[in-house]
């Protein structure tokens, strides 16, 4: 399934020697910004890693080109380019551990599949316990994972020691260690890269991505999507997607459906760039923070989401002084370090943190949202599912279990309890 | 960081409280059908604009009671019922 794709100028190392030899002149834009035309077969809206790759995979699975990705501002600009970049695959129930596996794997192949340096570092996680019971339930993580083949191993908190050399572990510090576990092959990616790769793959495979159209709203003849207005005119088409992130149920509303999901503010903290201090990413429920350190050098630091319905894109001051604190609890070392920057983004929460990929009650329309605070590691399986769906009406085999049905029958895949702070 | 006005307390810091989301009406339990109980389970306005919520003044009082407040702009409205768990 699938050719790769023909692009007109290929990056390597090569390319990349022979432009400095000119100055670095000359290298073309990854993508056009055509017009928008007045109809396309499929339209998607939302210019995020979802968005773009589902373009991707309509145009290199199935042969769908006629293709426009609508987004209101930059594409990467809403959460996929202010995320974390936390790639993982420690999923609780079986159908989810598939589903994210399976992206894991495909992040591993993207590189060279978009011909785009996306910096997949499979640096690895771990995720600390602080009292025997924390630790009981990760050996009970554990063992779902490695049932669900992916692996995991429970670390002493002198493993631990070794992993992780500034981390406070002592039996004074305020929550003193217990353990924790490892999934060696999370880690973390580019997150401007993954946008830009799929975008400049999909265009060329003949996708308009047309930024700065915002859908205002929908057109329907016979109870079927016809059309989308937007402040760039009527757009035409015969199948309209939906991925959109926080603002999904804004966007559904506009065609009258209701969506289980609820808009908050996750933020996310730099630091200044540090040498490099720490080459695996940290997680710990208890103290609300996890951390990684990015290929520049900066500590890139995330908490739990604010909990109230927002659209504000900056969150509440509350939130960052918990975070901070307990990554200071957690490395002692880093109470010098300055935050260089800190910004929020509008996730997309359903009740049970599972997304959601399926069509909706208005014939043609189709949406992916739900992805909360965990859907970048998902962006790559995300946009084959619902490529997937959108080209033969029905779910892919890696993400059936993500549909509307599973509220009203009350069959929730409730990854929240299981899969606590880590995004 | 926000202040909630708590109706008993007047207003204070964000910290002491916990947000509990949109207000929810309760469907009738001898009417509803499935519909209106995945309704009321999982559905929330979720709108840009005025909101009405449940804040639980939880280092505090102890009393839940419903503001409104706006999800773009954060600008919050009077605490309007007073009644614990309105
Ligand atoms: C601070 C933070 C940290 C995170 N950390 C992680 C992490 O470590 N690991 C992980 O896996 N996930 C993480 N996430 C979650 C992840 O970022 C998202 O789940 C993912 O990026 C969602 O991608 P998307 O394409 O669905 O949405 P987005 O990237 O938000 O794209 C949606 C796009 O739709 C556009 N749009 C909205 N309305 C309209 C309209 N009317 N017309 C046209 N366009 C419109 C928006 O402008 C936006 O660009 C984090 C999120 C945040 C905010
Ligand atoms: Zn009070």
């Known amino acids: 399934m699938g050719e790769s794709v023909p692009f007109k100028k290929r990056f390597s190392a090569a390319a990349l020697f022979g432009a400095g030899l000119r100055g ?115 050996a009970r993580q554990v063992n779902a994972m490695q049932l669900n083949g992916i692996a995991a ?49 999909a265009d060329t495979l003949g996708v308009d991505i047309l930024q700065n159209v915002e859908v205002l709203g929908f057109e329907q003849m016979g109870g079927r999507v016809c059309a989308v207005q937007t402040n760039a005119g009527r757009i035409g088409a015969e199948k309209v997607a939906i991925a959109v992130a926080g603002n999904s149920t804004v966007v559904a509303g506009l065609a009258g459906i209701d969506l289980p999901v609820r808009s908050q503010t996750l933020q ?135 549909t509307f049905d599973r509220f009203r029958r009350g069959a929730l895949l409730d990854e929240g309890a299981a899969s606590g702070v880590a995004h | 960081m926000l202040q909630i006005p708590c109706p008993w307390c007047g207003p204070r810091n964000e910290i002491e409280f916990l947000a509990r989301g949109p207000v929810v009406a309760r469907p009738d339990p001898d009417g509803a059908d499935d519909a209106a109980w995945t309704a009321f389970l999982y559905r929330a306005d979720n709108q840009r604009g005025w909101l009405r919520e449940w804040w639980l003044h939880v280092h505090g009082c102890g009393q839940l009671f419903v503001i409104r407040r706006h999800s773009v702009t954060d600008e919050i409205g009077p605490a309007d019922e007073m009644a614990p768990g309105a």
């Not at chain 1, 339209?43 to 209101?72: F, N, P, S």
Request: charged share 20%; aromatic share 10%; with cysteine.
């Open chain 1, 24 to 138: 670095q002149r000359n290298w073309p834009a990854l993508w056009r910004s055509p017009e928008p035309r007045k109809t396309y077969q499929v339209l998607i809206i939302g210019g995020g890693g979802h968005g773009l790759a589902t373009a991707y995979h309509l145009a290199r699975d199935w042969g769908i080109r006629d293709v426009a990705v609508i987004e209101k501002g930059w594409i990467g600009g809403g959460n996929t380019g202010r995320n974390t970049t936390v790639v993982r695959s420690n999923y609780y129930y079986p159908a989810s551990a598939r589903f994210y596996q399976r992206s894991v794997e495909m992040y591993q192949g993207l590189s060279d599949a978009l011909n785009f340096n996306i910096m997949f570092s499979q640096r690895g996680i771990v995720t600390l316990a602080f009292s025997p019971h924390e630790l009981n339930l990760m």
């Open chain 1, 268 to 402: 996310a903290f730099v630091s200044e760039p540090l040498k490099p201090v720490l080459d695996i990413v940290v997680m710990s429920g208890l103290h609300h923070t996890y951390v990684s350190q990015s290929d520049k050098g900066e500590l890139v630091i995330g908490g739990d989401s604010d909990t109230m319905t927002s659209y504000a894109q900056r969150g509440s001051f509350a939130t960052i002084e918990r975070t901070t604190t307990g990554l200071l609890e957690l490395f002692p070392a880093f109470s010098r370090v300055r935050l260089m920057r800190q910004w929020g983004g509008t996730v997309d929460l359903t009740p049970d943190r599972s997304p959601i990929i399926d069509r909706t009650s208005l014939d043609g329309l189709y949406i992916s949202t739900g992805w909360g605070t965990g859907g970048f590691k998902a962006i790559p399986a995300g946009g084959a599912a619902l490529a997937h769906f959108i080209a033969h009406d029905a779910a892919d085999e890696y993400s059936s279990a993500f």
């Open chain 1, 153 to 201: 191993e429970i670390l002493t908190r002198d493993d631990i020691a070794r992993l992780l050399p500034h981390c406070d572990l002592s039996a004074t510090a305020r929550f003193p260690c217990v353990g924790g576990f490892l999934h060696a092959s999370g880690g973390t990616a580019r997150h401007d890269a993954v946008a830009w790769g799929y975008a400049r793959a």
